[in-house]
């Protein structure tokens, strides 16, 4: 079976990483896998000469004829029997590429969680499957299609044996005292991840006896600059600190005590698989898909979204009981071991395979 990927992503988030963990899973089922990104982008340098076939683009705009020719071109050349899109604008290509003759079955990844427009896209006759990340994402887009069994829930994977006890020295490396509760999360810096309310809560903990470091990790995705306006805004007296893209972020891990996710919008929340793998305890909203990963003192600690007060209380929980947090870490580890990303490869051949059965 010969699958085409298409991805547009021009920068390295969890839907790029998620892409990665689905060829490897793919390939050791022996899945033969091509994509079709971006050139110079990140996937395109990713060191995966052994899981796919590497085919770029210049990406000029969302709709681009010449990507779409390109994509049939590959098809044909190629023998390809699926082209699964990775994003919208891959979405796009690809159905132009149908109108141009193209007889590819696509199937569609749908990871955000915001309502869309685009109903004639998602209702083309070439779609023979569309998978969300989460029965939430699911539930959002399901009012706009017409044929409502081309729905499917996969949830994101990890690679089970990407743990490392390596460490990027942090505490070092931004001079933070021993005796701090290191407080993170690692996610670009955009609107939907909700970082003012990570601020806030750091702000609520002004008062407590446990001194606290919080660290943003993550590239600048739009908002920065007004994080840090707000930031001098609050006067935190706990140390805030915005470290930028981390090379390996993920070993930051080892060194963090509290993993705090604030989004206010979410499709899953992929990197707290990361958290949950490294037995680091979470504390989190209950955004967008988040609930179907996490459950609430089970195996994190769930907040109404923007409710940075709770958020702040839990944190401490977790600082101040060494069961509550033994009990979380346990608990998530477990969990995050039935989302291995053979799982999610041998759930999506099932879906191409129905598709070329029939």
Not at 250 to 277: C, H, P, R, W, Y
């Amino acid at each position: 079976m010969n699958i085409l990927h298409v991805s547009s992503a021009t920068s390295w988030r969890g839907g790029e990483q998620q892409l990665v963990n689905l060829m490897n899973g793919l390939d050791e089922i022996h899945i033969s896998n091509h994509l079709l990104c971006p050139e110079n982008c990140p996937l395109a340098l990713y060191p995966h000469e052994e899981i796919c076939y590497l085919h770029t683009y210049r990406k000029f705009s969302s709709f681009n004829p010449v990507t779409s020719i390109k994509l049939l071109t590959l098809v044909n050349r190629h023998h390809i029997d699926i082209v699964h899109v990775h994003d919208s604008h891959a979405h796009n290509y690809a159905i132009t590429a149908a109108t141009l003759g193209m007889k590819s079955p696509i199937v569609v990844s749908r990871k955000v969680d915001f309502p869309t427009r685009s109903t004639s896209k998602y209702n083309h006759s070439s779609i023979k499957a569309i998978i969300c990340v989460s029965n939430h994402v699911k539930s959002i887009i399901e009012p706009i299609i017409k044929k409502k069994y081309l729905l499917h829930v996969i949830h994101d994977s990890i690679d089970l044996n990407k743990r490392s006890d390596k460490t990027i020295n942090l505490r070092k490396r931004f001079n933070i005292p021993v005796d701090h509760c290191v407080v993170a999360n690692i996610s670009a810096l955009a609107d939907h991840k909700d970082y003012p309310t990570f601020l806030k809560t750091a702000k609520e903990l002004d008062s407590s006896e446990q001194p606290y470091t919080f660290l943003i990790i993550g590239s600048d995705a739009g908002e920065e600059q007004s994080l840090k306006k707000l930031w001098k805004e609050l006067e935190i007296k706990s140390s805030v600190i915005f470290t930028g893209y981390l090379l390996d972020a993920q070993l930051a891990l080892n060194e963090i005590d509290v993993f705090l996710f604030t989004s206010k919008e979410e499709g899953l929340g992929s990197t707290l698989l990361d958290a949950m793998l490294y037995e680091v305890p979470i504390v989190s909203t209950a955004a967008g898909g988040v609930p179907e990963i996490i459950n609430h003192d089970v195996n994190g600690l769930l907040a109404p979204v923007g409710n940075s007060k709770q958020l702040a209380t839990q944190i401490s929980s977790i600082c101040k009981d060494s069961n509550l947090r033994e009990k979380l870490t346990s608990n998530a580890l477990k969990a995050v071991n039935k989302l291995s990303l053979q799982s999610m490869a041998s759930k999506t051949l099932s879906i191409y395979q129905d598709i070329l059965n029939n």
